[in-house]
């Protein structure tokens, strides 16, 4: 019993460490190009929107239109 102890401690502390580490700044900001086609369809007004709102109201990342390939 006593041996478990640290290592209860240690995977609590481990724990806490990667909890803490999810507040970062976000790894995909708005400002960047997405790829290398971004540029070319935000100057022509065709980006895909990268928030959609759903039915119900709920804003939703817009993964599907930003994966379709330009017509």
């Known amino acids: 019993m006593k041996r478990r102890?640290?290592?209860?401690?240690?995977?609590?502390l481990i724990a806490a460490l990667?909890?803490?580490?999810?507040?970062e700044t976000p790894v995909l900001v708005p400002?960047?190009?997405r790829s290398q086609y971004d540029r070319f369809?935000?100057?022509r007004d065709q980006r895909a929107p990268s928030y959609v709102y759903d039915e119900f109201g709920s804003r939703r990342p817009n993964i599907r239109q930003r994966l379709l390939t330009g017509q």
């Not at 102890?5 to 609590?12: F, K, M």
């Open 5 to 12: 102890v640290p290592a209860i401690r240690a995977l609590a």
């Open 18 to 23: 990667a909890a803490a580490s999810g507040c």
């Open 31 to 33: 400002d960047e190009p």
């Open 41 to 43: 369809d935000a100057i």
